[in-house]
């Protein structure tokens, strides 16, 4: 994620925001959107997708489609300094229950998602106090720097919520926010339907494509596309073999680089605890292999966990290339260990898993395949029982958010608790930096430290596609690092 200069993006992201606003004359149209996610609830500290809850919530600062900026959404602007960031909020919002956007409401979400255990708490890790200034401007007061919490007040789990619901407790089964479209609980069928409608007292309805949503949960990837094809659906989620069929069939497809995939070696006490043995595997393993078997031959193999463009990102890292000989001579070195784990693994990624377990037993390794419902594997493949898995760390957050998830003794993605000393020492440098080009030399020596150990590799993007009807449906924007979901707001739906 670009985070400097900071001026430089306040600027522009302000010019994207107000070009935005004049995208549309006024919110028009169904659209009819198929996933293969469903909705239990709308709590938005558990749900590991944003296709429901970003109908209904905004956050306080959003990324652009590119995955490396941020503009302002229900903050209008910001200013920051090394222990405090001042938020400006936007006037003339209001929830869909017509309680006013405040400072008020703001802090009551940052303390709910402070004071709740799970994966958003620790964007708040470094703040002593929030501060409400004004109505309009609240002042997050600092121990320490945080250089993920402009990025962090991005997340899915940073939504702002309605205080009247989150005091009753309605929001989890009746959604209340800012967004363009308030949750319709009549027209929605529990498990297959959810229907929202425009919000007519939004604060910038020329800004607003679609004036209702129906989003259609539907498991099967060749039922969703049926229903696109017989015209019950204008746009779904699809995979690589569907989208050729949907092009040779007159309709229209969009794939983009989501979130970027990669082998996680979790055990690195055990089970990865040799360097030449790491070095190995990630020599052995061949991304391309993932790319062209799996995700239709789109996307670009990357050397590092940070995309270029990113705050961190070290171009001296070259990562470890697909060499099988050069993986046979490591293994050898190491007198040709007989070496067996389990991969966790789930169904939608299968090609992947049986790919990698191809690749490992060209070098003496026995990898065995759990393969579980996806809802499984999110659930338990960090509770220490595997060893390994392939699947990104998060949305595109930075390089510290990278850190805290993966590396971090008390890190969710770190689930032995291993502690790193390299890691740690480069990780205090960030921390102490008086400057951004401080903090970024960190980052990009971090980078090196886990290169160097072959603590992570196999990076690689994860094309996800779509299929739409183009007579119906136009202008489909997504947003390289979020997987679920592209951006509502922009769809324009014909007359």
């Known amino acids: 994620m670009t985070l400097t200069p900071r001026t430089a993006w306040r600027i522009a992201a302000t010019a994207?925001?107000?070009?935005?606003?004049?995208?549309?004359?006024?919110?028009?149209?169904?659209?009819?959107?198929?996933?293969?996610?469903?909705?239990?609830?709308?709590?938005?500290?558990?749900?590991?997708?944003?296709i429901y809850t970003s109908l209904v919530y905004e956050p306080l600062i959003e990324v652009t489609p590119d995955g490396l900026s941020l503009a302002p959404k229900l903050a209008a602007s910001w200013k920051e300094s090394p222990l405090k960031l001042e938020i400006?909020?936007?006037?003339?919002?209001?929830?869909?229950?017509?309680?006013?956007?405040?400072?008020?409401?703001?802090?009551?979400?940052?303390?709910?998602?402070?004071?709740?255990?799970?994966?958003?708490?620790?964007?708040?890790?470094?703040?002593?106090?929030?501060?409400?200034?004004?109505?309009?401007?609240v002042d997050?007061?600092?121990?320490?720097?945080?250089?993920?919490?402009?990025?962090?007040?991005?997340?899915?789990?940073?939504?702002?919520?309605?205080?009247?619901?989150?005091?009753?407790?309605?929001?989890?089964?009746n959604p209340v926010g800012t967004a363009p479209w308030k949750y319709e609980a009549k027209d929605t069928v529990k498990g297959l339907r959810t229907v929202v409608s425009y919000y007519d007292k939004y604060y910038a309805p020329k800004s607003v494509g679609p004036a209702r949503i129906e989003v259609t949960h539907i498991n099967d990837?060749?039922?969703?596309?049926?229903?696109?094809?017989?015209?019950?659906?204008?746009?779904?989620?699809?995979?690589?073999?569907?989208?050729?069929?949907a092009e040779r069939e007159g309709l229209k497809t969009a794939w983009f680089p989501s979130v970027m995939w990669h082998l996680q070696m979790m055990d690195t006490a055990k089970t990865f605890n040799n360097v030449k043995l790491r070095q190995a595997v990630c020599?052995?393993?061949?991304?391309?292999?993932?790319?062209?078997?799996?995700?239709?031959?789109h996307g670009k193999i990357h050397t590092q966990r940070l995309r270029e463009g990113m705050a961190g990102f070290n171009p001296a890292v070259k990562g470890y290339p697909h060499d099988l000989a050069k993986a046979k001579k490591l293994?050898?070195?190491?007198?040709?260990?007989?070496?067996?784990?389990?991969?966790?693994?789930?169904?939608?990624?299968?090609?992947?898993?049986?790919?990698?377990?191809?690749?490992?037993?060209?070098?003496?390794?026995?990898?065995?395949?759990?393969?579980?419902?996806?809802?499984?594997?999110?659930?338990?493949?960090?509770?220490?029982?595997?060893p390994a898995a392939i699947l990104t760390d998060s949305q595109?957050?930075?390089?510290?958010?990278?850190?805290?998830?993966?590396?971090?003794?008390?890190?969710?993605?770190?689930?032995?608790?291993?502690?790193?000393?390299?890691?740690e020492a480069v990780i205090k440098e960030g921390l102490d930096a008086p400057d951004t080009a401080g903090q970024n030399r960190a980052w990009q020596k971090f980078m090196k430290v886990v290169d160097d150990e072959a603590l992570d590799c196999g990076f690689f993007d994860y094309a996800a596609y779509w299929a739409y009807n183009p007579k119906r449906l136009s202008n489909v924007v997504s947003t390289v690092g979020d997987v679920a979901v592209f951006r509502y707001i922009d769809a324009k739906i014909a007359p």
Request: proline share 6%; hydrophobic share 40%; glycine share 10%.
């Open 221 to 245: 990837p060749d039922s969703l596309y049926n229903a696109l094809r017989t015209g019950q659906l204008d746009i779904v989620w699809t995979n690589p073999s569907i989208a050729k069929r």
């Open 396 to 423: 595109e957050t930075g390089a510290y958010d990278y850190y805290l998830y993966h590396y971090a003794p008390a890190g969710s993605g770190n689930p032995l608790k291993t502690t790193f000393p390299g890691i």
């Open 140 to 173: 997050i007061v600092l121990k320490r720097p945080a250089p993920n919490l402009l990025i962090g007040l991005t997340r899915r789990g940073i939504y702002m919520i309605s205080p009247k619901a989150l005091d009753d407790g309605s929001f989890k089964l």
């Open 16 to 50: 994207l925001a107000c070009a935005s606003l004049t995208a549309f004359a006024q919110p028009s149209g169904t659209l009819r959107f198929g996933s293969n996610q469903g909705m239990d609830d709308w709590e938005t500290l558990t749900k590991p997708n944003s």
């Open 331 to 386: 293994m050898a070195e190491l007198g040709n260990p007989k070496v067996e784990f389990t991969l966790a693994s789930f169904d939608s990624q299968r090609t992947i898993a049986e790919l990698f377990k191809a690749q490992m037993a060209q070098i003496g390794i026995d990898v065995k395949l759990d393969i579980m419902t996806f809802g499984q594997f999110f659930s338990t493949f960090r509770s220490g029982k595997y």
């Open 283 to 297: 020599h052995a393993m061949n991304p391309q292999d993932y790319i062209d078997g799996a995700l239709g031959g």
């Open 88 to 137: 400006m909020l936007r006037q003339g919002v209001t929830f869909h229950d017509g309680t006013p956007f405040d400072a008020a409401a703001v802090i009551k979400n940052l303390d709910r998602i402070r004071s709740t255990p799970g994966q958003y708490r620790g964007v708040f890790d470094a703040v002593d106090k929030f501060v409400a200034v004004s109505p309009m401007q």
